[in-house]
């Protein structure tokens, strides 16, 4: 079969080289002069910072991504977070980091809550797995069951890094399917070469069984006969196809193509999938300013939500001897227009959490709209396919239940390739 891809964003280049390798013509269209979406390196001063991502795979070599790459020959070494993530508290019970902190693992976390939430949360941890709760915010679910500030606090800093959104904003549902997927999956994992590493790969896979990558190109039209894609123009000319996959989003895609007859259930999930926004704020060291690969989650910072010492796995993302510190933190949408402030308050945060440790700010960059850290936040994905015959949808706003950003955008794309196949 003949498939044009619309992007060469990680979805856009996973299915591309998924199908490459079973022998199907591919073409793939991206407007950028680069590869790789939000999902590669910029270089800066021997920094190898990124187009979007934090260089982590959140199930590494073991989740749906690893084992996709694994499966298509992609040549990537994907490096485990040992620990997989740490928990900043501040000391002596205060709510920020002013007087002192200290680090304290996962295993450790239930330690700070009271005796009878350690038994509610040992039950709760049994008892969600069998029956996951419904139509309730992972917010309200805590409250419910767990009404201590700490575990809010830790909720939200978790789904700040995790999702960009606050625990308010995803579904308990989601929130448990994730925490079951790692359990099934296991932890996060920092590929070798860092986002550049994977896309990398994947741009040679689809090369090397033929296909195509046409950079600078924009798909400006999907042709669309009978209701069925038949291909894609660029640059006034058209480029025929059996099937096209898009890695552009459900809304940008439908502005893609006029179907004639309006489908309200699909112009409805459409409305309610919000993109979610964020900040990244990159930071060059002389000596670790973490000294470990796992995340270090901050609940108690106003803004930043998390951060990661990706040279702790590979010191090549940074010049020899220096370190490459990445923090993010979600943006709530009403505060998008303030986003110089957000910035603001976050590199406060930061003093606040590297006292008395010397680092430069070597870039900060801000994600939303047509940019953002996710099209479709979780728990509100439309799914990978249109009112369109043979027209498919890839990518973060199309994720797989339960996957977290690039791990969702694996199962999406499985789930493309199986329905393709049938
Ligand atoms: P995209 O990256 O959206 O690529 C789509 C491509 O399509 C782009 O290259 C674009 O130029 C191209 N395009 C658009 N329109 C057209 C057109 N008309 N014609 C041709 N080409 C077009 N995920 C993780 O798993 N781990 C992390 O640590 C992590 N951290 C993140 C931190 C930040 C700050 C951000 C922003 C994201 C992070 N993510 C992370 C999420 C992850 O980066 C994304 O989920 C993933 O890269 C999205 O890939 P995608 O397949 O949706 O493609």
């Not at 910029?42 to 187009?51: A, D």
């Not at 069998?130 to 139509?135: C, D, I, L, V, Y």
């Not at 998008?336 to 308050?345: A, L, V």
Request: charged fraction near 20%; glycine fraction near 10%.
């Amino acid at each position: 079969m003949k498939i044009n891809v619309i992007g060469a964003g990680l979805g856009g280049l996973l299915s591309a080289a998924s199908l490459a390798t079973e022998g199907h013509e591919i073409e793939v269209f991206e407007r950028l002069p680069i590869t790789g979406g939000r999902f590669t390196n910029i270089e800066y001063h021997g920094f190898s910072l990124s187009t979007g991502a934090l260089h982590m795979i959140p199930h590494g070599s073991t989740g749906p991504l690893g084992n996709l790459l694994r499966k298509i020959g992609a040549d990537v070494a994907i490096v485990p977070c040992k620990p997989m993530a740490i928990i900043r508290i501040p000391v002596d019970g205060s709510n920020n980091y002013k007087s002192g902190f200290k680090d304290i693992s996962f295993n450790q976390y239930g330690s700070q809550f009271s005796m009878w939430n350690r038994l509610k949360l040992s039950i709760l941890l049994v008892t969600t797995r069998r029956w996951p709760p419904k139509n309730i915010s992972f917010e309200n679910w805590i409250c419910k069951y767990l009404n201590e500030d700490s575990a809010h606090k830790t909720a939200n800093s978790f789904c700040g890094w995790a999702l960009s959104l606050t625990n308010r904003d995803v579904p308990a549902e989601e929130a448990f399917e994730i925490f079951e997927n790692l359990y099934r999956y296991g932890g996060t994992g920092i590929p070798i070469g860092g986002c550049k590493g994977v896309t990398d790969a994947l741009v040679e896979i689809i090369r090397s069984n033929g296909g195509k990558i046409h950079k600078n190109t924009e798909v400006s039209q999907v042709i669309v006969e009978d209701n069925t894609a038949r291909g894609v123009i660029t640059d006034g000319i058209k480029n025929y196809s059996d099937i096209v996959i898009s890695n552009i989003g459900h809304p940008f895609t439908r502005d893609l193509y006029d179907s004639g007859a309006i489908d309200n259930a699909y112009e409805e999930k459409i409305d309610n999938a919000k993109p979610s926004a964020g900040i990244k704020i990159c930071l060059a060291a002389e000596e670790p300013l973490i000294g470990h690969n796992g995340i270090l989650l901050t609940p108690y910072c106003r803004r930043v939500n998390g951060i990661n010492e990706v040279t702790n796995t590979d010191p090549n993302l940074a010049p020899a001897g220096k370190h490459l510190v990445m923090a993010h933190q979600s943006v709530q949408q009403e505060k998008i227009d303030k986003i110089e402030e957000e910035i603001e308050i976050g590199l406060k945060d930061l003093k606040e959490v590297f006292p008395n440790k010397k680092y430069e700010v070597i870039l900060t960059q801000s994600y939303y709209d047509g940019w953002p850290v996710n099209r479709a936040s979780s728990g509100s994905d439309i799914g990978n396919t249109t009112p369109i015959n043979n027209l498919y949808v890839v990518g973060d706003g199309a994720k797989g239940k339960g996957g977290i950003e690039v791990e969702g955008v694996a199962l999406g794309v499985m789930n493309t390739l199986d329905i393709i196949k049938q």
